[in-house]
């Protein structure tokens, strides 16, 4: 049997693994916004 201090340490890494896909993802998305709205501005 898990105890509940495993659990609640897997949840938090899983949630920190999230949240860096998540900023990740935000920020090819903002560079490729950016890069369309602005040919100017080269981002790559």
């Known amino acids: ?8 340490k897997k949840l938090s890494l899983n ?3 999230l949240k860096q ?3 990740e993802i ?7 916004i950016r890069h369309e709205s602005n040919p100017k501005i080269r981002t790559f």
């Open 21 to 23: 896909l998540f900023l």
């Open 1 to 8: 049997m898990k105890t509940k201090e495993s659990v609640f």
């Open 15 to 17: 949630f920190h693994f």
């Open 26 to 32: 935000k920020d090819l998305i903002f560079k490729k």
